[in-house]
């Protein structure tokens, strides 16, 4: 991909999506989803703060835009950071293997392009999942009126941190095995999973308690 995905309108990145370049891909769209996620909360915030009793929260919701602010910024980033990783990847794996040397210079740049295509969705998924937190957290608090955005942002936020799990899953079997990556980024995905489905439920279920 020639243009980088933040200089391409909505309907472009799409078709982007929609086309067989291998960029961007899953994790970018992950990036993407946790970027809105993020998005959506500081909308709620903005509304809610208009209310005349918001200054009872006014701590809190200040707390939630700030950090929604730096979490949509940073995942945006991520959007192009992915796609840059996983292009370095596709580039090394086409480098010339004639040679034993050209071979191992092929082997140690596929293996430094994996890492980064193993961090960059790890980092994602860590970042969704503190934008999660920030939905959970304004749930009960942000406006009535605005309520089921606060639901959207946590399901986006969700579906982003299962997304870039999913990409950083399918780049460790091609880390070396002794490359401790391997272990620590599969270890904390699975820290970032464990009660997902349960705390999607509670957040319906706060949304849905407040839309009466």
Known sequence: MDTRPSDLTVSAFIEELASDAPTPG??????LAGAMGAALVQMVVALTTRRADAVEVEDDLRELELAAAGFQSELLQLVEIDAAAYGSVIAARRLPRETERER?????????????????????????????????????????????????????AAAALRGAALNVRINLPSL????????????????????????EAALRAAVAERLG
């Open 176 to 199: 070396p095995e002794d490359e401790p990556l391997r272990r620590d980024a599969g270890e904390r995905v699975d820290e970032l999973l464990i009660g997902l489905d349960e705390r």
């Open 104 to 156: 191992e210079l092929r082997r140690a740049q596929i293996d430094a392009a994996v890492r980064e295509a193993t961090r960059s969705p790890l980092t994602i998924a860590d970042r969704a999942d503190a934008v999660l937190k920030l939905a959970e957290r304004l749930a009960p608090i942000g406006s009535r009126n605005a309520i089921s955005d606060a639901g959207v942002a946590g399901l986006l």
């Open 26 to 31: 899953g994790g970018s769209a992950s990036a």
